[in-house]
């Protein structure tokens, strides 16, 4: 416990993506399509481009049906195709074509062992984890090697595969997989080699620093714009009826604009202290209550939140997710009204950004001429019998009754969701404080299975008796990932957890700094032998940044809701709230 | 809140159920002439250790053996028709030193339990009404906060004429109250006397007062409040750590007189 060891202080890049990368592939890489174009001087001196290329890039190789990215993956990485074809598949694969890779789980005997030990200092590295690869023993590299090495997802019978699907082929020089990287999303498509192909595989850490290059900025945007509406409309459930050339005709006529700010989450924190009214007033506009519908507006990605005007205020009668239309219900009330007609309704209420939302702006016309007949009778909204706007402005006299339009959800608390950005949760945890006898079980149980150390507060926000703790919610949009330089917090593919490799977390508290729900700590990190790890020249601890992990590795699920005696604890998803009403109404 | 009482009633119908199978059988182990006590004897000592798991799972928490939930409903259930074959076991009146000191241990263990369930049961909602959730360990800085608070405005006030008298009230009765932490009796039993007393105190003042000072009194009030949810929230969560202590440690004793029990009952059963 006494003492301290002196480390060397851990930096970015100490980890590449392949160490094992050469000099002549790097000079090679340089020297090929698009990197040679790019502007040098468009790079900072401390992350210049011959640098992003050998820390944040490797070269693959890949045989005949090997799988490069999954349909539904959360993306990590951006390829490019240097030599062979690669093939992506527009239709959906079953799961049964395409294995997911066994993840490792401790044994019985070490996870009855870690519950029955006393931790005396929460919190033990092996020293040999956070050394550089360069002075330590190749404990590390061998880790990333290992990853490397793993044998790939391969389809059995890839050429029937590919003949019997829709796919489009990709050749030398182009890249896929960027949309999902950037966008922190899952993959609308999967990819795999046709024949043996050779990638450059670049990390989005990588692929944000090579977007300081405009011309390559603006590649990314063009192909962000263009190449993610088909697919988006294509999985629309609104337009699922739709012949192909009918929906052609709706992506032409569609606009893709986007709201808010990209890193939502630093202004967050700012304006959360505002008062309700301030904050709506920070949310940008999508669209204006009373304004006339020119379009049918469909979010691809992030929140925006429904509301009117009420009194001096606006009331939230909803918020809309991916795939959720806007505008629907005026847009039939329209059409059945004919266009000339005098009752033609405007919006009837107004759309907000919740942070970054991107928002597909369909015309009314393409909508009114190619959707609207081949949409369901039953699955149109019914006709506006109350407009809060007509034509002529405000129908002040019939103001519609204060009730919430989700799931029959208290509105106070839908406006509490919103506020606290709580819908972004995907694992949230959620505490009947009824019931809750604050006997601190669940965060001993959390400690127990966390090497001493709980991974949460058993604090947070409250709505009435429901507390949120401080735990990692896994959200959708995981800002934590943002800005991680060595790619040491990520989401695994299959579950969906956004977990912290100790073993390549470096301490720089971007993502504790970045997370808008205080959910990740910097903790002191512990040798075995109980001594505090410090920086060999600045003498300084050397911290790592530490979060709940929902216990992945455990078959029980998360320890704290199996610890609490009272039923007091929950881990839910804050999007459906059909599940939070029934959990909070049991 | 239907599926919660159909629960109940389940567990009491199993509860009662198997308190009479064992009944029956020891009727009929009676009528053979043998030996019920060893039977009753083991069939407790079986509930006991039963009753034990509950702490084993909550170490445990890795094993996928169903939630601490369940375990902690069982084990309330499990206590029931434990009570029941102890009463069957034991008789009464009970002789000897031994058996009546396991017999006081059992019956203070069983009524800590049913403190215990009480104390679950309650706890929470009158948590809920002391204000928003408060962890343990950040009261003592709230509290401290709340007293520097308290002397600001007693300090404003000793400024000025026209609320002096509120001063010389904080001084007096208030000061204590802000500083000091509250009784082991309090802890134990919380009530709202004190506050009552306060802040009927504070008003009988502010007849003394200007319109300033009336102001400062209604601070002091609310920060009266304050401190006053906050030593109640620090109570209850102490009440409740103290009382798992005591019953888990009259378990252990339960167990070390149970031990010598068993061996004084082998060691001396004859022939």
């Known amino acids: ?586 | 809140m239907i599926a919660s009482r159909l629960k109940t009633v389940r567990a009491v119908v199993v509860t009662c159920g198997a308190v009479a199978i064992m009944l029956i059988i020891y009727q009929w182990i009676d009528k053979q002439l043998g030996r019920t006590d060893y039977y009753t004897g083991f069939t407790l000592l079986a509930a006991s250790i039963g009753l034990m798991t509950l702490s084993m799972r909550k170490k445990l928490i890795v094993l996928p053996l169903g939630s601490v939930a369940v375990w902690q409903q069982v084990h309330q259930y499990l206590g029931l028709f434990a009570v029941a074959t102890f009463m069957m076991h034991a008789g009464f009146p009970v002789h000897g030193i031994l058996e009546t000191a396991l017999s006081v241990i059992f019956v203070l263990i069983s009524l800590s339990g049913s403190v215990g369930w009480y104390i679950n049961k309650t706890t929470p909602r009158k948590l809920l009404a002391a204000g928003q959730a408060v962890l343990r360990e950040d009261i003592a800085t709230m509290r401290r906060s709340i007293a520097q608070q308290a002397y600001h405005i007693a300090l404003t006030a000793a400024g000025k004429i026209e609320s002096a008298t509120l001063a010389d009230h904080y001084t007096q009765r208030l000061s204590d109250f802000f500083s000091r932490r509250r009784s082991i009796a309090y802890c134990l039993v919380p009530t709202g006397r004190s506050r009552r007393e306060l802040l009927h105190g504070l008003e009988k003042v502010s007849r003394h007062l200007g319109p300033e000072g009336r102001s400062c009194k209604q601070t002091l009030s609310e920060l009266v409040i304050a401190k006053d949810d906050l030593d109640f929230q620090w109570a209850m969560q102490i009440r409740l750590r103290s009382w798992v202590i005591f019953h888990v440690s009259l378990v252990w004793s339960f167990f070390i007189l149970v031990a010598y029990h068993i061996y004084l009952v082998y060691r001396y059963k004859g022939g």
Request: net charge neutral; aromatic share 6%; hydrophobic share 35%.
């Open chain 1, 1 to 586: 416990m006494a003492g301290a060891l002196a480390i060397e202080r851990p930096k970015r890049w100490d980890h590449p993506l392949d160490p094992s990368m050469l000099l002549r592939d790097l000079d090679w890489l340089i020297a090929s399509e698009p990197f040679a174009s790019m502007n040098p001087d468009c790079f900072p001196k401390a992350t210049p481009l011959v640098d992003i290329l050998k820390n944040d890039a490797r070269i693959s190789r890949y045989e005949h049906g090997d799988v490069i990215i999954r349909e539904g993956e959360y993306g990590g990485s951006a390829f490019i195709v240097v030599r062979g074809r690669v093939r992506t598949l527009i239709t959906r694969l079953e799961s049964t074509s395409v294995e997911v890779a066994q993840r490792e789980r401790p044994s019985w005997l070490k996870l009855l062992r870690d519950s029955l030990r006393r931790f005396p200092v929460p919190e033990v590295r092996h020293v040999a984890a956070t050394r550089s690869h360069k002075d330590g023993p190749p404990r590390l590299v061998t880790q990333v090697r290992s990853v490397d090495d793993k044998p790939r997802v391969f389809l059995q019978d890839a050429s029937a595969i590919l003949a019997g699907s829709t796919s489009e082929p990709l050749g030398e020089g182009e890249l896929f997989g960027e949309m999902a990287a950037i966008t922190r999303s899952p993959s609308h498509y999967t990819v795999v080699a046709e024949g043996p192909v050779v990638l450059l595989e670049i990390r989005w850490q990588g692929l944000r620093l090579l977007r300081r290059d405009p011309e390559f900025q603006k590649q990314l945007d063009h192909r962000y714009r263009g190449a993610g509406l088909k697919a988006h409309l294509r999985e629309t459930l609104l337009f699922r009826f739709l012949p192909a050339e009918h929906l052609e005709k709706i992506a032409e006529a569609t606009q893709l604009v986007s709201y808010g700010d990209r890193e939502w989450f630093s202004e967050y924190k700012s304006t959360r202290k505002l008062n309700i009214q301030e904050q709506l007033r920070q949310e940008p506009i999508i669209v204006e209550e009373g304004s006339p519908v020119n379009d049918l507006l469909l979010i691809r990605s992030g929140f925006a939140r429904r509301s009117y005007r009420l009194g001096a205020g606006h009331h939230t009668i909803a918020y809309l997710g991916r795939g959720e239309a806007f505008g629907l219900s005026e847009l039939i009330h329209n059409t059945h009204q004919g266009i000339n007609d005098k009752t033609i309704l405007p919006y009837q209420e107004s759309l907000r950004a919740i942070g970054f939302v991107d928002v597909l702006k369909i015309s009314r016309r393409a909508f009114v001429e190619y959707a609207i007949p081949f949409m369901r009778g039953s699955e149109l909204p019914k006709p506006i019998v109350t407009a809060r706007y007509d034509s002529q402005g405000p129908v002040l006299s019939e103001a519609p009754p204060l009730v919430s339009q989700q799931e029959n959800v208290d509105p106070a608390f839908l406006e509490f969701l919103v506020d606290e950005r709580l819908i972004n949760g995907r694992q949230v945890m959620m505490i009947d404080t009824e019931r809750c006898t604050r006997c601190d079980d669940c965060v001993r149980a959390c400690a127990r299975v966390h090497e001493g150390n709980p991974r949460f507060t058993r604090n947070g926000p409250q709505f009435g008796p429901f507390q949120f703790a401080h735990a990692c919610m896994h959200c959708a949009d995981p800002v934590c990932m943002i800005g991680c330089p060595t790619g040491a917090i990520a989401r695994d593919s299959d579950t969906g957890i956004i977990s912290i490799n100790p073993d390549t977390c470096i301490g720089c508290s971007v993502c504790s700094e970045s997370c808008p729900y205080e959910n990740i700590v910097m903790v002191q990190i512990h040798d075995q032998r109980g001594r505090a790890l410090v920086d060999k020249q600045s003498k300084l601890p050397i911290l790592q940044a530490t979060k709940c992990d929902l216990c992945h590795s455990l078959p029980t699920g998360p320890a704290c809701q199996a610890a609490c005696p009272h039923e007091a604890l929950v881990r839910i998803d804050a999007s459906n709230l059909k599940a939070l009403q029934n959990w909070m109404d049991r």
